[in-house]
């Protein structure tokens, strides 16, 4: 695999605690050019460059990735790029020209994975097709994330993730039961397949490595999702069950909702398991519901779920949210409060794993973000800086390349640079 080019320009963050800071990174030496603009594709490279792997994200001279202006932004910096962009390095590079097509040719035989996420066809209009990429370099992966795949009636419509919320079955059985159909406020589906590009970008080069030959990864967004919301189409092949809209409650056990406490506060209270409910009967002081026939199994006592609800939430309602908390923790009941952003910045077991934490940046100064994703206790990831202004690094990692000065000129002057 490809050795990273050094960059000693580029701030850093402090490792892991959890190992040495000599420990080299499980994905030291891959190389990944990220095309792909807003979030499935873009996430998927910065989960491989949590790890170690060296990431070029590429983009248009004049057209930087729209994630960059997503959402609130400081001093005029856009703040979800700083997340997103991590661990990589800035080049433009304007695809549709020759000297750009031949730049990423260049880049292409130094790499071991692209991710695109360009509407079907577009790379081969730019003569980049996957032909002309493996003859670059055989060994190289193409990972190409599109809303619908790259084959099929809708290939080549545009799509985004929440269409992809709205097909898969999500929102039909998101809401309360008397309520339209909800979407999530955040990219659902994209996160999901960002990380099941990362995962198939993982099991290809575990695949390159008996076959030493790269392949195409092709993802659509409408896909991962399904396997998230589980055995649904199962259920509906074999008994021609449709899940409905159920609220906060489950078809499948109770109780499980969403309680107010006496200081205005929620909690959410799960009882999957058949001992744990029986916990929280008793504990709420109504032990004779756990004798009644009904309350033996989950789907049963799902079907009991007002009775329930009206013990569990009329007991959680007398009492302040730090007695709910202390009194579920001393009888083992699953628990846990309803936070916003302020509460999760200083929850004592997210601090415990350092999930959200803070990283140096050269425009914002001392920042805080979610940490890398996992834990891993020889070979952990890091984020080694946040992401970065467009272009930042486009003269060295063109240097790096074996371009001159006089070739950057001249794709200057194409306007491919």
């Given at each position: 695999?490809?050795?990273?080019?050094?960059n000693?320009?580029?701030?850093t963050a402090?490792?892991?605690?959890?190992?040495?800071?000599?420990?080299?990174?499980?994905?030291?030496?891959?190389?990944?050019?990220?095309?792909?603009?807003?979030f499935?594709g873009?996430?998927?490279?910065?989960?491989?460059?949590?790890?170690?792997?060296e990431?070029?994200?590429v983009?248009?001279?004049?057209?930087?990735?729209p994630s960059?202006?997503?959402g609130?932004s400081?001093?005029g910096?856009?703040?979800?790029?700083k997340?997103l962009?991590?661990n990589?390095?800035?080049i433009?590079?304007n695809?549709?020209?020759?000297?750009?097509?031949?730049t990423?040719?260049?880049?292409a035989a130094?790499?071991d994975?692209?991710?695109?996420?360009?509407?079907p066809g577009?790379?081969?209009?730019?003569d980049?097709?996957?032909?002309?990429?493996?003859a670059?370099?055989p060994?190289?992966?193409?990972?190409?994330v599109?809303?619908?795949?790259?084959?099929?009636?809708?290939?080549?419509?545009?799509?985004?993730?929440t269409?992809?919320?709205?097909m898969?079955?999500?929102?039909?059985?998101?809401?309360?039961?008397?309520?339209?159909?909800v979407?999530?406020?955040f990219?659902l589906?994209?996160?999901?397949?960002?990380?099941?590009?990362?995962?198939?970008?993982?099991?290809?080069?575990?695949?390159r490595?008996r076959?030493?030959?790269?392949?195409?990864v092709?993802m659509?967004?409408?896909?991962p999702?399904?396997?998230?919301?589980?055995?649904h189409?199962?259920?509906?092949?074999?008994?021609?069950y449709?899940?409905?809209?159920?609220?906060?409650r489950?078809?499948?056990?109770?109780?499980?909702?969403t309680?107010?406490?006496?200081?205005?506060?929620?909690?959410?209270?799960?009882?999957?398991?058949?001992?744990i409910?029986?916990?929280?009967?008793?504990?709420?002081?109504r032990?004779?519901?756990?004798?009644?026939?009904?309350?033996?199994?989950?789907?049963?006592?799902?079907?009991?779920?007002?009775?329930?609800?009206a013990a569990?939430?009329?007991w959680?309602a007398?009492?302040?949210?730090?007695?709910?908390l202390?009194a579920?923790?001393k009888?083992?009941?699953?628990?846990a409060p309803?936070?916003?952003?302020?509460?999760?910045?200083?929850?004592?077991?997210?601090?415990?794993?350092?999930?959200?934490?803070?990283?140096?940046?050269p425009?914002?100064?001392?920042?805080?973000?979610?940490?890398?994703?996992?834990?891993?206790?020889?070979?952990?990831?890091?984020?080694?800086?946040?992401?970065?202004p467009?272009?930042?690094?486009?003269?060295?990692?063109?240097?790096?390349?074996?371009?001159?000065?006089?070739?950057?000129?001249?794709?200057?002057t194409?306007?491919?640079?």
């Amino acid at each position: 695999m490809n050795e990273p080019g050094p960059n000693p320009s580029l701030p850093t963050a402090p490792t892991s605690p959890q190992a040495p800071a000599t420990a080299q990174p499980p994905l030291h030496g891959v190389r990944v050019l990220d095309l792909a603009t807003l979030f499935a594709g873009p996430l998927a490279a910065t989960l491989l460059g949590d790890f170690g792997a060296e990431v070029v994200k590429v983009e248009h001279p004049a057209k930087p990735d729209p994630s960059r202006g997503h959402g609130p932004s400081k001093d005029g910096v856009g703040l979800w790029w700083k997340l997103l962009g991590r661990n990589k390095r800035t080049i433009t590079l304007n695809l549709s020209k020759p000297g750009g097509r031949a730049t990423l040719l260049r880049l292409a035989a130094t790499a071991d994975v692209i991710i695109e996420n360009f509407r079907p066809g577009t790379l081969e209009k730019w003569d980049l097709s996957w032909e002309e990429l493996s003859a670059a370099n055989p060994r190289l992966i193409l990972a190409r994330v599109t809303a619908f795949g790259q084959f099929g009636p809708y290939a080549h419509r545009p799509g985004f993730g929440t269409l992809a919320e709205a097909m898969s079955g999500f929102a039909a059985i998101t809401g309360e039961p008397d309520a339209p159909p909800v979407l999530p406020p955040f990219g659902l589906a994209d996160s999901i397949a960002g990380l099941a590009t990362a995962y198939a970008v993982m099991t290809a080069l575990a695949a390159r490595e008996r076959t030493g030959e790269g392949q195409v990864v092709d993802m659509a967004i409408i896909e991962p999702i399904l396997t998230v919301l589980g055995p649904h189409p199962l259920w509906y092949d074999q008994l021609g069950y449709v899940q409905e809209r159920t609220g906060n409650r489950s078809a499948n056990n109770a109780p499980r909702n969403t309680y107010r406490t006496a200081d205005g506060a929620w909690v959410a209270v799960s009882t999957s398991a058949q001992s744990i409910a029986e916990r929280v009967l008793r504990l709420v002081g109504r032990p004779d519901l756990i004798d009644e026939p009904w309350f033996a199994t989950g789907a049963d006592r799902a079907a009991h779920a007002d009775v329930l609800d009206a013990a569990v939430g009329a007991w959680i309602a007398a009492r302040t949210r730090t007695d709910v908390l202390a009194a579920f923790e001393k009888a083992e009941a699953a628990i846990a409060p309803i936070q916003d952003v302020r509460d999760v910045m200083t929850d004592p077991q997210y601090q415990a794993l350092d999930t959200i934490t803070a990283v140096d940046d050269p425009e914002l100064g001392p920042i805080r973000m979610q940490n890398v994703l996992f834990r891993l206790s020889a070979t952990p990831g890091a984020i080694r800086w946040t992401g970065r202004p467009h272009g930042a690094d486009t003269e060295q990692v063109l240097t790096e390349l074996g371009l001159t000065a006089a070739d950057l000129t001249a794709l200057r002057t194409e306007g491919a640079l």
